[in-house]
């Protein structure tokens, strides 16, 4: 069972245009520094979270509880100027654990209500014993020699993202979500997805795109673990261990 | 002319794997806390920073020298495990600018090199009398209403992440760039497009996409205030100031 | 029995003159935000550093055990230029931990030894039996009416700052350690000290100085806790719910 | 003639217990982060910020007009739930420059009104010519072997602030501020103050407090400059280029 926390900013479109519209830097750098804080909240509590829209914010978070969740929506409205409403649930697949804790939240108030504030609610907490993550960590091969040293930066960004929506909508249809960390490395959320089911779903996305894409995929009882063992798994598929183009490590 | 910092983490990818793969959140803490930080600077000099990649930024710096550059770069080594190069050229478009900076990095060494570090290597810098950044700010009509109130946090991100393709490319076709900068709105740098090739281009990306885009256009010396205009134009249209979808403000 | 680690940045003062002095902003910013890092990671386990002298930070890390040090150090090194080391010791007066823990920290190496990284020594760690921290927080009595306002910004500071001294040396006489945490606050690991003997010590401070002190008292399993009840106290007393300069709390 | 400005947040106090105290690390990182900020802001055009008391902070901002000023409050307004108010002077010492720069802060209204929000009151700007900032780095000599590696922490801090003080009022005397700036080190802004009356006041406090002091001291048209002149002249005496006790350096 994957437990995931949906974060949003409290009625954040008009605080940015109010008393009128806010500079924009000013804003990149408060969307960023919130994004960097949840993820050290979380991160020390062994989950992870995923920027995903940056007001809209999706953490794993097994292991950490209603009061761990209050006390980071505290330190939230002590340093910034916004406020954040949570929702939480858990579920076998991280896209019905992501459709759940979405409902939890809209059934709080809109995203852009004056009066929804600081929402907290909870479907489900995963218990210690069902605890169950698994990620996949995915990257292009070779995208330094293939794009990133020869063409734009631009054109290479193009396919990046690209390839980001591909693996959105493909892993979607197992019950997967997928996020883009950086660099050209995605990390999917993917619960119940079996190994021959990831590796025709990355084949997909490479005959889509024309990349080629691998995947080290982590089970663990927490995110933060479980992402950690994606990350062996893709320095051994690196490093010419298997000539899979999927390896999965767990605890 | 608009002058474009391309900003590259030094032999990032190597780095973040040695000796053993470093904990995920400590890296999304990274490099969030390193966009922020380069908003901040580039910010405080007129500019303005879109994180693209993460490890490879896009900054328009129109009216920041060399001096400031190597400055940034020196505040990077002093307060980060890792060092950035930087790519800097000027020319009549966004995607001429960010090509010939991608060259001007890529001439450096390569973003794996552990070689390289610290380049800076400048093309062409604005100068005060010809410098010139459009900047086009392009959101999403009513998507709180039409998605994030109503359709799971996923399936939004899907929506919002497959737009941002479509412009890509589309302004691509313009001489433009486009990036993702939070929620449901999207930054362009877009000098030498027309308002009526905005607006054709918005309209194929509705059509491909389902949504419906608008956009305010700011015009003026530097990025910083050119994307200030940019929200202004957009404020209005939202207001209802006018029935276009594109509305162009300058100094 | 009280909890402390002693957190030292490995071999800085070398490393902020190599190969020629860094730049003094950055290095501020740089101590403070990891000061503010420290700060966040400790403080989501229930603990509270305090800054002290920046490159040596002392925190109450009661409830918090050795895997977190060893995580909190990665942390470290996976986001900063620099690396620290810590030494732990848990005992009945704050003052004699700290004692304890800085005797860990030397026999791993000197503050300025280029061997020495990441060292983590535990005398010890309380159990969640014995643990109680027994922080108060101290301010100056109206201190914006008869400083803060009236005199210039820099004489407040020198009173401010005299206090302090006094306060470490008082307080160590029974002890316990004394911080100062912004404004006219002060915060002192007491564990402990009686209300009388800190009501003398109190009054001791304010024939030395000038000023009138009073404290809130925590008393709890953290130190985070501890630090909430003191502020409780001290909020009841300034209400003039007593008359008495302590007050104190406990769960 | 050296610019100062004094940076006050507004309201601040009333701020931190409405409606109940704030959890006290929480109120820790948030200034120590907005001290950050400040540092880099007045950092990136040539300034420099001493935390003094956090709440109360001290920049020296020769070259900083007005319009830099206000983007920085509105910069902090736009990322933190507090703002700040400030007041400027120029004078020939740094004494007089804060002093009229505080009565500046203080025409606006208490550092505890409601009312009081965002003040810039300036009483007069540095032009290009007359700009001139003399600072002072102080350093304990030797005080890894003497005290860090050998006292506990706790002594060494009392022995630093100790020395704090005695410096504040030292160099009070001659005109000049100081401030702690972590570690055994001080920076005082100390423009017309001579390398004799300098080196006396060392003396001074050396005998009232058993440690050794030296200074390098830099001259320049903005504080981050003078602080790097500053810089190389201590390495100076470090390396034993100089057996004098104070080395000066200008532009």
């Given at each position: 069972m994957i437990?995931?926390?949906?974060?949003?900013?409290?009625?954040?479109?008009?605080?940015?245009?109010?008393?009128?519209?806010?500079?924009?830097?000013?804003?990149?750098?408060?969307?960023?520094?919130?994004?960097?804080?949840?993820?050290?909240?979380?991160?020390?509590?062994?989950?992870?979270?995923?920027?995903?829209?940056?007001?809209?914010?999706?953490?794993?978070?097994?292991?950490?509880?209603?009061?761990?969740?209050?006390?980071?929506?505290?330190?939230?409205?002590?340093?910034?100027?916004?406020?954040?409403?949570?929702?939480?649930?858990?579920r076998k697949t991280a896209l019905e654990a992501?459709?759940?804790?979405?409902?939890?939240?809209?059934?709080?108030?809109?995203?852009?209500?004056?009066?929804?504030?600081?929402?907290?609610?909870?479907?489900?907490?995963?218990?210690?014993?069902?605890?169950r993550v698994q990620i996949?960590?995915?990257?292009?091969?070779?995208?330094?020699?293939?794009?990133?040293?020869?063409?734009?930066?631009?054109?290479?960004?193009?396919?990046?993202?690209?390839?980001?929506?591909?693996?959105?909508?493909?892993?979607?249809?197992?019950g997967g979500?997928?996020?883009?960390?950086?660099?050209?490395?995605?990390?999917?959320p993917s619960n119940g997805i079996?190994?021959?089911?990831?590796?025709?779903?990355?084949?997909?996305?490479?005959?889509?795109?024309?990349?080629?894409?691998?995947?080290?995929?982590?089970i663990?009882?927490?995110?933060?673990?479980a992402?950690?063992?994606?990350?062996?798994?893709?320095?051994?598929?690196?490093?010419?261990?298997?000539?899979?183009?999927?390896?999965?490590?767990?605890?």
């Open positions: 437990q995931i926390t949906l974060i949003q900013i409290d009625n954040y479109g008009p605080w940015t245009v109010t008393p009128s519209p806010r500079f924009e830097p000013d804003l990149q750098t408060l969307q960023s520094r919130l994004y960097a804080d949840l993820e050290r909240e979380f991160g020390s509590h062994g989950g992870i979270v995923f920027y995903n829209r940056f007001d809209n914010l999706i953490a794993i978070s097994n292991g950490i509880g209603e009061e761990e969740h209050r006390k980071i929506q505290e330190s939230i409205r002590n340093r910034y100027p916004i406020t954040i409403s949570m929702g939480i649930a858990t992501q459709r759940v804790a979405t409902e939890m939240i809209q059934k709080g108030g809109g995203a852009q209500s004056s009066e929804r504030r600081e929402i907290l609610n909870i479907d489900s907490l995963a218990n210690e014993e069902e605890s996949s960590h995915i990257d292009i091969n070779n995208i330094t020699k293939t794009l990133t040293d020869v063409e734009t930066a631009y054109d290479t960004s193009i396919k990046v993202y690209e390839v980001l929506v591909e693996l959105m909508k493909e892993l979607k249809k197992l979500l997928c996020f883009f960390i950086g660099g050209d490395n995605y990390m999917a079996t190994k021959n089911d990831l590796r025709e779903a990355l084949k997909n996305v490479d005959k889509n795109t024309g990349v080629t894409l691998k995947a080290g995929v982590g663990a009882k927490t995110g933060g673990r992402a950690d063992l994606a990350d062996l798994g893709l320095e051994d598929i690196r490093a010419g261990l298997t000539e899979d183009s999927v390896l999965i490590f767990h605890d």
